[in-house]
C-alpha cells in the first residue's frame, strides 16, 4: 500500500501539489468567506437557536399565564393588585420596599 502511495506521489506534478497548497490557504486564511469565519458565524447562528427557543418557552408560560388571568375575574383583580399597587375606592395599600430593610440592617 505504501509503494503505490510513493509511485502516486513521484506520478503527480508538482504544480498541482503547489496549487492545491495556495488555494488551501487562500480558503483557510486569506478569503473574505474563510474556514475561521465561517465557524464563527455557524457559532453565532447556534447560539440565536438556543435564544429563540427559550422566547418560545417564555412565550408559551405568557400564554398560559394570560388564559389564566383573563379567565376569571377575580385572578385579574389579585394581578393587579400585585403588580400595579390598584386599590379600591375605600381601602389604603402600604408598600414596603425591601431596599430601606436592606438599608436599615447594615
Known amino acids: 500500500m505504501k509503494e503505490k502511495i510513493v509511485k502516486l506521489w ?9 496549487a492545491l497548497a ?3 490557504a487562500f480558503y483557510f486564511f486569506l478569503s473574505e468567506n474563510n474556514f475561521m469565519v465561517i465557524r464563527r ?10 435564544e429563540a427557543a427559550l ?33 379600591r375606592a375605600n381601602e389604603d395599600i402600604f408598600i414596603v420596599n425591601d431596599q430601606y430593610a436592606k438599608d436599615e440592617k447594615r
Open 22 to 24: 495556495i488555494f488551501a
Open 10 to 18: 513521484k506520478r503527480i506534478p508538482k504544480k498541482y501539489i503547489i
Open 55 to 87: 422566547l418560545e418557552e417564555g412565550i408559551i408560560a405568557d400564554s398560559i399565564e394570560a388564559v389564566n388571568l383573563f379567565g376569571s375575574k377575580e385572578a385579574l383583580e389579585a394581578y393587579g393588585r400585585e403588580h400595579y399597587y390598584m386599590k
Open 41 to 50: 458565524l455557524q457559532h453565532d447562528v447556534n447560539d440565536l437557536n438556543k
